[in-house]
């Protein structure tokens, strides 16, 4: 089952304590559903994999620049079976006027991850776990990586609080949300979604649900026009006009 936009925000809106463990696990699971990824694509991206850039189109740096001037964020995605071209992929969302915004997570979270870096008087290594925290709660101050687990749990219990089957949810139900928010709202057509969730086969397919909010702009569609395809009468005998 999708992760819809509104169980989106209650997991955005139930992390969002100011704890820094649960930021981390509120952008990936915010990256999973804007960019359309496996579990296993969040779990493995690395520092390196993100590119800010600001209005002018100007790549900022990571280990000095104001990133809140950022307007645009890049994931470069590593090679996978799966890809449309076979050779890895970079994909692109810019910044939003909502609670749910991936750029604003993104440098919220990649500065967090910068001031611990030059806590140890280090550059942010781009070769680290991008989802990784310092866990405050224990005396020694580890560092962690997110895990699958962490994130399928919480999806799970949010789901949960929603009502919603714990078993209907799923790895795959990020990928599958953001797929199905892509095509319903934006206008996107299949093609869209696939090129850009990179998907090889037509498999995306089965990730696709049709949802109430698509209904509005297909109504329009379906209303539009309507004498082009009208049955009139004339003459008593029924006459098709297309």
Request: one cysteine or more.
């Amino acid at each position: 089952m999708p992760v819809s936009w509104a169980l989106l925000m209650y997991i955005v809106r139930q992390l969002g304590d100011g704890s820094w463990r649960n930021l981390i696990i509120m952008v990936a699971i915010l990256v999973g559903w804007w960019f359309l990824c496996r579990i296993s694509e969040i779990i493995a991206f690395r520092v390196g994999n993100v590119n800010f850039y600001d209005a002018s189109g100007d790549r900022l740096n990571v280990d000095k620049d104001d990133l809140s001037t950022a307007v645009e964020v890049d994931l470069m995605f590593a090679v996978t079976k799966n890809d449309v071209d076979g050779d890895g992929a970079i994909r692109t969302h810019g910044r939003v006027s909502s609670d749910l915004c991936v750029v604003a997570a993104l440098v919220k979270m990649v500065t967090y991850r910068r001031d611990q870096a030059a806590k140890k008087s280090m550059n942010l290594d781009p070769m680290s776990p991008l989802f990784k925290f310092v866990d405050d709660s224990e005396d020694s101050g580890s560092e962690k990586q997110i895990t699958r687990s962490t994130i399928v749990r919480v999806l799970k219990a949010a789901a949960s609080a929603a009502g919603i089957p714990e078993a209907k949810i799923s790895c795959h139900s990020l990928r599958s949300g953001g797929a199905v928010q892509m095509l319903s709202v934006s206008g996107s057509s299949y093609s869209d979604v696939r090129l850009f969730g990179r998907w090889r086969s037509d498999c995306a397919r089965i990730y696709l649900r049709a949802v109430r909010g698509m209904m509005s702009e297909v109504s329009a569609r379906m209303a539009a026009n309507s004498t082009d395809c009208t049955v009139m009468l004339a003459g008593g005998s029924r006459v098709k006009r297309y």
